[in-house]
T-cell receptor, first 113, second 112 residues
């Protein structure tokens, strides 16, 4: 199984809402990532978890809160977002070996009204 | 600070043509380099990964090369097909491969 799944596929939320994005993998990978991708732009790294510990935070605003409950799950909690946060949010996973090849999920398309 | 550039930004070729996509990076101290394909509105599909100690990798009609000293990688696609139409992204991994910086991509259109 080389699949990374993300739910929901689409999400529309208001600026006062609280919502969560979910990512799951069953490849036994011990590193998981969140990326943000705006239209016609490349993905930008947001967070990296390695062995369930936050190892990289790319100065992301606190309205985005990541959580890694176990080695297979990664959540991104959203609160008080702005319209400019509308984007495709991509999750990826990798095994932290010499290759560390990343595998991506299909993404969640987020629209903030 | 690592910067990744991809040339050309867009490319249109007739079916059957061989083509080369280019990726350049400013800091040669990379951990790995990965080539991805992205279809519109979709996630990324990993095509090839080259570790810093390697010079090239091959998978089917795809061949990727890496020259760290000059800060360059190329993706060679042989006998292109309409199904190859997509955006191709180069991603440079630093810090054990965890900190990944993407190029802006090359949008490829293969005409039948």
């Amino acid at each position: 199984d080389t699949e990374v799944t993300q739910t929901p596929k689409h999400l529309v939320m208001g600026m006062t809402n609280k919502k969560s994005l979910k990512c799951e993998q069953h490849m036994g990978h011990r590193a998981m990532y969140w990326y943000k991708q705006k239209a016609k732009k490349p993905p930008e790294l947001m967070f990296v978890y390695s062995y369930e510990k936050l190892s990289i935070n790319e100065s992301v605003p606190s309205r985005f809160s990541p959580e890694c409950p176990n080695s297979s799950l990664l959540n991104l909690h959203l609160h008080a977002l702005q319209p400019e946060d509308s984007a495709l949010y991509l999750c990826a996973s990798s095994q932290p070996t010499d290759r560390n090849e990343q595998f991506f999920g299909p993404g969640t398309r987020l629209t903030v009204l | 600070k690592q910067e990744v550039t991809q040339i050309p930004a867009a490319l249109s070729v007739p079916e059957g043509e061989n083509l080369v996509l280019n990726c350049s990076f400013t800091d040669s101290a990379i951990y790995n380099l990965q080539w991805f394909r992205q279809d519109p509105g979709k996630g990324l599909t990993s095509l090839l990964l080259i570790q810093s100690s390697q010079r090239e990798q091959t998978s089917g009609r795809l061949n990727a090369s890496l020259d760290k000293s000059s800060g360059r990688s190329t993706l060679y696609i042989a006998a292109s097909q309409p199904g190859d139409s997509a955006t191709y992204l180069c991603a440079v991994g630093n810090t054990g491969g965890f900190k990944t910086i993407f190029g802006a991509g090359t949008r490829l259109f293969v005409k039948a």
